[in-house]
């Protein structure tokens, strides 16, 4: 039955119709065994969405609070965790946005320099992006065989989410985010998750290093090999 709930759900997705998402969703949490934690994880994540697209954005923290009680992998949380980022930052509290975006990836291993340490990180980040753009080209990107892992894609776009609210509440943080995109990039391969992010790069060369140029380089790269690889246009705040 929780099988069939979640089906329509997704039929309803499909046509917007979250309100009827909701319901369903409900109707299925109803039903799902208490111990099938993975499921209702899974089903409580789409609600969340799903009421964060209704606009219930009070609803949706309660449901927030219910899927971390439910975890017990940081990575379970990340989905949820990219939705209620643009909740807080569409109201208004990119402050807490960021430090709940930051803590997340905190849990999923990733080092994030504490205000002491951020310049230092940055510029060893800029130093080793001008190496990797004066030495490789896009038929190198071109053969990379891309991201698979679907915890770092994951990942990828909470740092996405993270964005607008780094962007107004700590430019600094939104310098290293960006460059940590392009260090997934250029370790790991393209993949149009990448782009959003790793759009930001000409404003942290331009305002690091007052360079117009090599941002430029940068962008027209990922651009052409997104191109070249057929990535459709993406919006920002996609919650599929």
Known sequence: MAGLFRHAAEEAKLLSNYSLVERLLTAAVEVI??????????????????????????EADDTYQTIGRLCTHPVQ??????????????????????????????HLGISVPDENDLDAEIDRGLDALYRWIDT????????????????????????????PAAFFCDQAMMAWLTIKTLEVWAWHGPDRALLGPAG??????????????????????????????????DWMFDLT
């Not at 939705?83 to 975006?101: D, H, I």
């Not at 038929?139 to 698979?148: A, E, F, N, Q, V």
Request: glycine share 8%.
């Open 33 to 58: 065994d208490p111990t099938d934690t993975d499921q209702l994880i899974a089903v409580h994540t789409d609600r969340h969405a799903a009421l964060y697209s209704l606009g219930r954005l009070e």
């Open 77 to 106: 949380l990340t989905a949820a965790t990219v939705v209620q980022v643009s909740s807080l930052t569409n109201r208004g509290r990119g402050g807490e946005a960021m430090r709940l975006g930051l803590d997340q990836l905190r």
């Open 200 to 233: 930001h790069i000409a404003i942290v060369t331009i305002v690091r290093r007052g360079d117009y140029r090599t941002g430029h380089r940068i962008l027209r790269r990922i651009l052409a090999v997104g191109q070249a690889l057929g990535y459709e246009p």
């Open 136 to 163: 490789t080209s896009e038929s190198d990107d071109l053969h990379r065989p891309g991201i698979t892992d679907q915890s770092r894609l994951s990942t990828i776009k909470l740092v996405n989410r993270l964005m």
